[in-house]
Every structure is written in structure tokens, then in C-alpha cells.
């Protein structure tokens, strides 16, 4: 799968991207990434990317036309890429939409700064608004790369398990079961009996009882929505039943 990404800050991305699990894929050929400076799309003296806000006000929107031309010159004008505008007033991020994105062979990243980007860029250049939470960083930049990682450990290979991203956490709608690890036993601390018995069917439903109970204690909404078998129902009933 192939990323776009349109920045003014392209200098942020190496880092994370020479690094572990997403340094490998792109080593591996399974994701690659190119990262466009929009300021390289701004053809005045200055390089400007940024103007003052029309109606006044504080701070400053990134203008319509490098952005344009940064997007049209690496995707062409036909569209068929789906374009992402990184913003707090998109759909918020989840696994599923992480799903849902994995399923292209490319996909445009579009990172804003200082107040935004001009409305007209929403308009008539993004073809999807992605929201990482409710709350405002200082740019799309985080953001991107967080899609980007969400997306990639779901393609196949990119794991070193590959059954690695099917058991976690909101990829079936429930929250995953705990791990433990050696030693055995830690400051008086033991692993559970059963996790030790070699018992595959036994570890199987404990996890799976385990998973059920964590998400009913700590995220029951999303029970609403998860697919349950009949023995997951009778479980939680039971639990509720104790309570
Ligand atoms: N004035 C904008 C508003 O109130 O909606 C916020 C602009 S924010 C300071 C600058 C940039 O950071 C945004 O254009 C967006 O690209 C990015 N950004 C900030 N918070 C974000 C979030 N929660 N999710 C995705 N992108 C975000």
C-alpha cells in the first residue's frame, strides 16, 4: 500500500518511519511513503503557504493554491485516490475505519497547521475528514502517522505473527484478554494456573471469558455492537448475575 502525505513539515516523518515494525514493511516493499513539502508548490519569492484569515481574527489558514498543486501534481486531476484532510471536525479514528482505509492500494494523507486549511480546500479537494480525538494538536502531522501505523500492521505480512492483529483490542469489538510473560512469578505475584497448563482449548475460552470481562468492566458499550456467540451471552449474564 502506498502513502502520500502533504505537509509543511516533512521532517517529522523519518524518524518514526525508519523505525520497527513500519521500518520493516517499507524495507520489505509491503507499504511505501512519500512525503511532499507543500512549500515546494508555492511559487511566490517567500515560498508562502500561509495568509491572514478574510473577516479578521487571530492566527493563520493554509491557502488554497499550493495545496491544490502540491495534491494535483503527485495524484493528477482524476481523483481515484482518496485525499484525507487531518482534522478535530472529521469522523474520529477507529479500527474499523482503520480497516476500511487498508483496503486501498493508496491513499493521500493531508496534514493542516495553524488555524486549518481554507474551506475551499475541504470543499472541493478532500474526498474524507479523520479526526484523532476530540481534543487539538498544533498539526496534522501525529495524526498522519497514527493512520498510517493503524493501517499498515493490518496488511497482511506486516506482522511478524500474522494472526497478530486479529485477537486486538477492537478488531472483533471487544477489548483484548491480559498477557503475561516469564518470570512465573513477580514480587509474590503469580500467572494464572491455567495460562501454565498447556490446556490450548481451556487458555482458549479463558481468554476469551477474559476478554469479555474486561470489556464489560471497562468499556460496556461497545458489548452493544461486538458479535457474541451464544456461550459469550450466557457468560456475561452470569457475570452480571454475580455482580
Ligand atoms: N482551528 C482548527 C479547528 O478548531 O478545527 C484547529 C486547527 S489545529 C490547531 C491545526 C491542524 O492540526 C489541523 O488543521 C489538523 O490538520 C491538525 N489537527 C489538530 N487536532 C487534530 C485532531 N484531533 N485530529 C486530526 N488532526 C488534528
Known amino acids: ?24 514493511a517499507r524495507q520489505r516493499g509491503l507499504i511505501s511513503v512519500d512525503v511532499h513539502n507543500i512549500r515546494d508548490y508555492s511559487h511566490d519569492k517567500h515560498h508562502t503557504t500561509d ?31 482518496p485525499v484525507i484532510l487531518m482534522t478535530p471536525q472529521g469522523r474520529v479514528f477507529n479500527q474499523s475505519i482503520a480497516q476500511e482505509f487498508s483496503r486501498n492500494e493508496k491513499i493521500a494523507l493531508l496534514c493542516g497547521r495553524y488555524e486549518g486549511v481554507d474551506e475551499r480546500i ?14 487539538v494538536l498544533t498539526g496534522g502531522e501525529i495524526p498522519a502517522l497514527i493512520l498510517i501505523d493503524a493501517i499498515s500492521r493490518l496488511l497482511p505480512d506486516v506482522l ?3 494472526t497478530g492483529a486479529e485477537d486486538d483490542s477492537h478488531s472483533n469489538g471487544l477489548l483484548e484478554y491480559p498477557h503475561y510473560t516469564r518470570p512465573p512469578e513477580f514480587r509474590g505475584e503469580g500467572v494464572p494456573e491455567i495460562l501454565l497448563s498447556g490446556d490450548h482449548a481451556k487458555i482458549e475460552k479463558w481468554r476469551r471469558e477474559q476478554s469479555l470481562l474486561r470489556t464489560l468492566k471497562r468499556r460496556p458499550d461497545l458489548l452493544e455492537k461486538a ?6 451471552r450466557k457468560f456475561l449474564s452470569r457475570l452480571k448475575e454475580e455482580k
Open 1 to 24: 500500500m502506498h502513502f502520500d502525505i502533504f505537509t509543511l513539515l516533512p521532517e517529522i516523518f523519518p524518524p518514526y518511519l525508519d523505525t520497527s515494525i513500519l521500518k520493516r
Open 227 to 232: 458479535n457474541l456467540s451464544d456461550e459469550d
Open 51 to 81: 495568509d491572514t484569515p478574510y473577516g479578521g481574527g487571530g492566527g493563520m489558514v493554509m491557502k488554497v493554491e499550493p495545496v491544490f498543486e502540491a495534491v494535483e501534481s503527485v495524484l493528477g486531476k482524476n481523483g481515484g485516490v
Open 122 to 135: 475541504r470543499k472541493n479537494l478532500v474526498t474524507d475528514e479523520i479526526s484523532i480525538g476530540d481534543f
Open 160 to 162: 511478524g505473527d500474522p
